[in-house]
């Protein structure tokens, strides 16, 4: 008995906190999208139009694959924008006996990958990066570069990246060693953050009547999640080692007893799991090691009814 009224009273004041937590998440989400989205909205909307502009006006789009993307082309595509800039600050015609008959004419944009790379005006170099998941095209986010001129290292002046992401981190890191470098990581941190994002959403919109409270960081690396449509709670914790993972490493799965009074009132198999001497959480190692390979949904909501069913067998030889 004593035993009993010890788990209810810890269920209640887990319940309470998680409640006043859910509250906290939710006004500070409220709070990062008003200060965030009108300004954020005005940047993309501008820089949108700015690279629609540039690739309108190209007369030639560039597709490269891996070994064609290095540091001697993003030097050719720096001293393009410098001398282009040079000209119109001097407000030179172009002169075709002196310069390279197709170094102005043409207004090239090349594609690496899911990146597209613009020349824009004054000096700057444009990247549109295209995020996808499952095959379908998500977001767009744009990274504007500029230096003072061809010698000088390049910086961020404008984009469009989620304040979460560590951009300017990485511009201290990578960007006057290996611009390059920084280009792709960029892209990297990007698409990772997508595919971590639309995991959750997908397993929400799959699964909505399963998942209870569900909590998660702002670049969804840290996520925690209930599945309560069993007789117990299910509680799911990942953990990702980095923001470039898509699969998480730090993984835990625990099936928590509940109340009598919350018990399904149904008979049955599924009804019955955790009935009887079962009384302790029960850690859920298989459902751990399939979340180390594949994604949210197919294993956290479809799997579950069999990983319980494995880990309460009946231990009592006796017993048919």
Request: charged share 25%.
């Amino acid at each position: 008995m004593g035993e009993v009224t010890f788990m209810q009273e810890d269920d209640n004041h887990l319940e309470a906190t998680r409640a006043r937590f859910s509250s906290v998440l939710k006004r500070h989400g409220e709070l990062t999208e008003r200060l965030s989205r009108d300004s954020d909205k005005m940047i993309f909307e501008r820089l949108q139009k700015e690279f629609e502009a540039a690739r309108a006006s190209q007369t030639q789009e560039v597709c490269l694959d891996t070994e064609q993307w290095n540091d001697g082309l993003l030097a050719t595509i720096r001293e393009r924008v410098h001398m282009e800039a040079e000209r119109k600050a001097m407000q030179l015609p172009l002169d075709s006996s002196m310069l390279p008959i197709s170094m102005f004419n043409d207004k090239i944009t090349y594609k690496v990958g899911t990146k597209v790379i613009c020349c824009l005006e004054g000096a700057r170099i444009g990247i549109q990066y295209e995020t996808s998941f499952a095959g379908e095209a998500r977001e767009l986010y744009h990274c504007v570069l500029e230096s003072k001129s061809f010698l000088e290292k390049m910086t961020v002046l404008q984009h469009t990246v989620p304040f979460f992401l560590p951009i300017r981190e990485v511009e201290n890191d990578l960007l006057s060693s290996n611009a390059m470098k920084f280009i792709d990581h960029i892209g990297d941190l990007l698409q990772a953050y997508v595919d971590r994002r639309e995991q959750v959403r997908l397993i929400k919109d799959l699964y909505g009547n399963q998942i209870g409270q569900l909590y998660h960081s702002l670049p969804y690396h840290m996520i925690e999640f209930v599945v309560d449509d069993f007789d117990c709670k299910v509680t799911v914790s990942l953990r990702y080692a980095d923001l470039l993972s898509i699969l998480p490493t730090g993984i835990s799965v625990v099936a928590w007893p509940m109340n009598q009074s919350k018990k399904s009132p149904t008979g049955g198999k599924k009804g019955n799991l955790l009935h009887g001497s079962n009384k302790s959480p029960i850690r859920l190692s298989y459902a751990e090691d399939a979340l180390r390979t594949l994604s949210l949904p197919e294993e956290i909501v479809l799997n579950l009814p069999e990983a319980l069913e494995q880990n309460v067998e009946p231990k009592d030889p006796v017993s048919t």
